[in-house]
Structure formats: structure tokens, C-alpha cells
């Protein structure tokens, strides 16, 4: 036998019983890894001794809160093979805003494109994470793919960007930069329009204050502000963020005062609202 075809033949029988070539991942470019850690969490309002040490695994997490123009895509598709019944359901309830203006072009106009959707239930973004789930599944056959919302710790941990006592996604203690310049969109009101209630003796926010109009105040881009160490834009403020426990949305909204859009500030919700949206996450496995 000639050394060449000696040495191919060599060659291929090494190859077939030596390491499998490991597949290579492909997912959409604005998810980024959100490594593996171990913290200290504590529910909002918890006090120290309500603490308790968690770990989370590693995943995947969009740097930006589903936009309108991400959300149409998802239901002219899965719109196309439901039944009435089924598209109600995860149909983007623009009447939620309670404003002539915004209900008629928040969701549906090129101009908000990169907006987060609101106004969805959580059958839609559950429904969603299903839809996109298929598509990067299709793109990785070497992996299995999960698309879902992330848990409450998942959520908090990303949220932290690394640093496990973080109050806010920018690590520090104050919602506004050095420049005055707030930090993520929320609801801001002057000095002047805090009080003393002088019967409860408690600080109260004047009337006027708390009934802004919301075609002065709303939501913005979601790669408006600052991202955390992790790339993640609005983890707080802008629109409060559904998770995997139904009624519950982290982070504040661009409705909620300072107080209301840390990290670990939950919200209830029954029903779709003009201050809640979310993102996804992925959860990946090599296939064996």
C-alpha cells in the first residue's frame, strides 16, 4: 500500500472514532451571556435576616426589552394559524394607554418601532418566547434550545450586572448622573411637589404631580440610558419586565417614582398595561 493512501486511511479512521467537533452556537446578536453566580437575594422589602444564598446558571439574555416592531413580526406570523379565540389573546391591547393619540400609534407606527411593546398579557409573551424559541432552534440542531421568562433570581441576577448588592443596573445609589441627568426613565417630580400630611404626619406627593399626562411622559427606545456590566439596557425603568411568576413585573416602569424602579422592586399586575413589556432569555444545551 502506497504511504499516502496509507496515511488517509489512517486519517480517517482516527477521525471517526476521536473528539466530536462541537457545534457551533448561533443566536440573534442582541443576546449576550449572562454567566453563572451565587448571591445573596432577599424578596422586595425583605429585611437582612430574610436573606438567603441562591445561585443561578448560566444564560442567555436579550440587552433589550421586546420591541413593537419584534412583537408585530411574532403576530402577523402566529396570528396567521390561530383561531380568533387565540389571537385575543396575545394581541397587543393598545386601548390600555387610556390616550387617543398613543393608542392609535404606539403599537402600529414605524415611529416606535424600537420601542418595547407593552399592553401584552402574559400569554402573548409567553407565546412569543415560543415562537422564537422555533427559529433559534432551527439555527442550532446541535443544541437544545429553551426561550422562556426568566425566574425572579434569573431576572435579579442580570439585572445586578455582577455585582451582588446592587441596588440599581449602574451599581451605584442615586438615580440621577453627576450632570443631573437621570440614570433610566422614570417618573420624576419636583421637591415642590412633596408634602407633609398634617394629619398623618406623612410625606405625600401633590395631586397634580401624580396625574401627569401620559403624552408628556412615556416610554423610551430600548437602547436609551446606560447598560450594566452585563449589555443589558432598562433592566429598570421603562417598562417593568414580566417574569415567570404570572402577576409579578420587575424594575419600575417609566410610570413609577425613584423608589419604585430598583432592581428588586416587584409590581402586580392582573392584565395587560402601558408600563409593562418584557425580554427573554435562552437556556442552551449541547445535544449529546
Not at 168 to 175: C, H, I, Q, V
Not at 179 to 204: A, H, L, Q, W
Not at 231 to 254: P, V
Request: charged share 25%; aromatic share 14%; proline share 5%.
Amino acid at each position: 500500500m502506497k504511504p499516502l493512501l496509507i496515511a488517509s486511511t489512517a486519517f480517517l479512521f482516527l477521525s471517526a472514532f476521536g473528539p466530536k467537533k462541537k457545534s457551533k452556537l448561533n443566536l440573534p446578536e442582541e443576546f449576550v451571556r449572562i454567566p453563572a453566580g451565587t448571591w445573596h437575594d432577599s424578596k422586595w422589602g425583605g429585611t437582612y435576616d430574610t436573606w438567603k444564598l441562591v445561585s443561578t446558571s448560566g444564560f442567555y439574555m436579550s440587552k433589550y426589552e421586546v420591541t413593537n416592531l419584534q412583537y408585530r413580526q411574532f403576530y402577523n406570523e402566529v396570528g396567521l394559524v390561530l383561531s380568533d379565540e387565540e389571537r385575543k389573546k396575545i394581541m397587543c391591547d393598545s386601548s390600555g394607554w387610556k390616550n387617543k393619540p398613543m393608542e392609535a400609534s404606539y403599537f402600529s407606527q414605524p415611529a416606535y418601532n424600537n420601542f418595547p411593546v407593552v399592553n401584552i398579557s402574559y400569554e402573548g409573551a409567553s407565546k412569543y418566547c415560543e415562537w422564537l424559541q422555533q427559529k433559534i432552534q432551527k439555527d442550532n440542531p446541535g443544541f437544545v434550545v429553551e426561550v422562556k421568562l426568566p425566574t425572579r433570581q434569573e431576572w435579579t441576577w442580570a439585572a445586578m450586572g455582577g455585582r451582588s448588592q446592587a441596588m440599581f443596573p449602574w451599581g451605584k445609589y442615586y438615580l440621577l448622573n453627576k450632570k443631573g441627568e437621570p440614570m433610566c426613565n422614570f417618573k420624576r417630580i419636583s421637591d415642590g411637589d412633596v408634602y407633609r400630611n398634617r394629619i398623618t404626619g406623612k410625606p405625600e406627593v401633590a395631586e397634580r404631580a401624580a396625574e401627569d399626562s401620559q403624552t408628556s411622559y412615556y416610554t423610551a427606545t430600548v437602547k436609551s440610558f446606560y447598560p450594566n456590566d452585563y449589555g443589558l439596557y432598562n433592566m429598570c425603568g421603562n417598562a417593568a419586565e414580566m417574569i415567570s411568576e404570572k402577576g409579578i413585573a420587575m424594575g419600575g416602569s417609566w410610570n413609577d417614582y425613584g423608589g419604585d424602579v430598583q432592581i428588586r422592586a416587584e409590581a402586580k399586575y392582573e392584565s395587560a398595561a402601558p408600563t409593562i413589556g418584557f425580554r427573554p432569555i435562552i437556556m442552551i444545551k449541547e445535544k449529546e
